[in-house]
């Protein structure tokens, strides 16, 4: 029995890194008794903003077995992201997009590669009962991403991967699979506070994020006018924001993805502020198709580049 668990972990393991994950983890598919508390009291501070959708499902946030009957593992995957060129380096006080988003929209790619993932265990395995996430459905990702020892939830509440910095995305396998659990990974942070002192809205206080003053959340989740209490405030950020992730100094070792399909467009790389602030609807559909951009739609861009305009 031991041998076997040994062997389908050790598949797993090889089939993640033969589809370009960066970092593969494995945990117990058990209730997170220790979130329990701090998702109800984020929810009770209103730090979610109006993404209602967040205080739906909460059991089945906390216990996979309860968004997958019968399952037994959490499979994490760290996917990297971080780009060749940063792209609000191309010119002064330029508009900037939050580096993700440079490429086409990653719950296309990673989806796809977790589809082949399943398809390979089964082929390899036999028949495995299970679902694939990748940012779509309510898992606590970097709950686990830390419980299966792929990094840490640093102050800023991200993932924080000691080899290779934050700049990741995170994907799931919850299956019915017996396997080997791998350790949660150590708190490097210290007592480093850069994120913190960054972040021009204040949305950060050690270890939690008030969504509803963050950047990202305001230029994408929200779909009302932004409060004029952020107006100044904003740093040129159009779409998502980087601050916390570029200030970190765990992010010195980030290197270049190798991911075709996160490159961005020479369309998007010619933008500057003069032909943001000219966009059309044409425009915007053609440079942002396939995009998470789109996610905003045109009229939350418009009303995002109005925002950082100066006046």
């Not at 701090?38 to 968004?67: C, S, V």
């Not at 390979?120 to 830390?146: C, K």
């Not at 369309?267 to 500057?272: A, I, P």
Request: include cysteine; charged fraction near 30%.
């Amino acid at each position: 029995m031991k041998s076997t668990i040994s062997n389908h972990t050790a598949i797993i393991k090889a089939t993640a890194q033969q589809l370009g994950f960066d970092f593969c983890g494995i945990s117990k598919a058990e209730f997170l008794e220790e979130d329990a508390p701090k998702l109800e009291n984020w929810l009770n501070q209103g730090h979610h903003g109006k993404m209602a959708y967040m205080e739906n499902h909460f059991d089945k946030r906390l216990d996979p077995t309860k968004l997958v009957p019968g399952a037994k593992s959490v499979v994490s995957l760290l996917y990297n992201y971080y780009p060749e060129q940063d792209l609000k380096d191309l010119e002064d006080d330029q508009y900037k997009i939050a580096k993700y988003a440079y490429g086409k929209d990653y719950h296309f790619v990673i989806k796809d590669k977790l589809k082949t993932f399943m398809q390979t265990l089964q082929t390899e395995i036999g028949e495995i009962g299970g679902r694939v996430f990748v940012d779509s459905a309510p898992v606590m990702e970097r709950t686990w991403a830390a419980k299966s020892g792929l990094g840490w939830i640093g102050k800023h509440s991200l993932l924080i991967n000691k080899d290779q910095g934050s700049y990741f995305f995170l994907a799931e396998l919850i299956i019915d699979l017996e396997l080997e659990p791998d350790g949660p990974a150590k708190d490097y942070c210290g007592t480093c506070t850069k994120c913190l002192d960054a972040c021009p809205t204040d949305a950060i206080t050690p270890y939690n994020v008030d969504g509803s003053k963050c950047i990202s959340y305001l230029t994408i989740e929200l779909k009302d006018q932004i409060p004029n209490e952020f107006k100044g405030k904003m740093e040129n950020w159009i779409f998502g924001c980087d601050i916390c992730q570029d200030v970190c100094p765990w992010n010195r070792f980030s290197k270049p993805h190798s991911e075709p399909e996160f490159q961005a467009k020479d369309s998007l790389k010619e933008m500057r502020n003069e032909n943001w602030q000219e966009l059309t609807r044409d425009v915007f559909q053609e440079i942002f198709r396939g995009s998470a951009v789109k996610r905003t739609k045109f009229e939350g861009l418009k009303r995002n580049i109005q925002m950082v305009q100066k006046s």
